[in-house]
């Protein structure tokens, strides 16, 4: 059994939360201009300094626009947003996704897996290959589910760093929020081992340099979250 750490919010987390959750439950549609933050930070009973850095962290993760001199509007979080924005939009739901998200997050990672792949087998030393090794016995010995998806997310984002590419590791780290808890979810359901045994896969094929086999194995395992055995939603 494990638990969670317990630590209390900041009154600026409080305030981002309850606008954020405002947002996202229709109470402040898009387009609609907020109160000045003088009559926020009094309703609310917290300094203008909270109101003002709350607003930058919400514009920043895509729910806001500041417009000098003209206000603060509900931005269109939903056409205009960014991987901030989904990060949040999970958190709002209990880190859960419908099936269109995780559809087209895992379409994205299906892309980006071929292309380091590819890369990798073409490109990448022996030395770089067999430097896998180590990141992949971690997945293996990892004692919870936690573990086992933060070594599982340092074997691929090691696998964007070698293929040479050098905006795939950006990419990945920009998704890490993300992809990680759809690893959780799917060690939660299926077991911590089933994970490991999807990375074990993928790096044997990478191991013999066959890239048909390496995108094979991605494959299986992303239509098989989709739509077969192992589905995550």
Request: net charge negative.
């Amino acid at each position: 059994m494990e638990f969670q750490k317990l630590s209390a919010l900041s009154l600026k987390e409080m305030f981002i939360r309850q606008i954020r959750d405002m947002i996202l439950s229709g109470q402040m549609p898009v387009g609609s201009r907020l109160p000045s933050e003088r009559d926020i930070a009094r309703q609310m009973q917290v300094s203008r300094a909270v109101v003002n850095s709350g607003f930058a962290e919400l514009e920043k993760q895509g729910f806001l626009e500041v417009h000098p001199r003209q206000g603060v509007f509900v931005a269109d979080y939903g056409r205009n947003g960014n991987i901030n924005t989904l990060n949040a939009i999970m958190e709002y739901h209990g880190d859960t996704l419908g099936q269109a998200e995780i559809y087209s997050i895992i379409e994205v990672r299906r892309a980006l897996e071929h292309l380091a792949t590819d890369s990798i087998i073409k490109n990448s030393s022996n030395e770089d290959i067999l430097g896998l090794e180590g990141l992949l016995e971690e997945v293996a010995a990892a004692k919870t589910i936690d573990d086992t998806v933060l070594a599982t997310f340092s074997f691929h984002h090691k696998l964007s760093v070698i293929s040479g590419n050098s905006i795939i590791p950006l990419i990945y780290i920009s998704f890490k929020p993300v992809v990680t808890q759809l690893w959780k979810r799917f060690c939660l359901r299926y077991g911590k081992e089933a994970l490991y045994d999807s990375v074990l896969c993928l790096y044997k094929c990478i191991k013999e340099r066959d890239a048909g086999a390496a995108r094979r194995c991605t494959d299986k395992q992303l239509d098989d979250a989709l739509e077969g055995g192992h589905q995550i939603y």
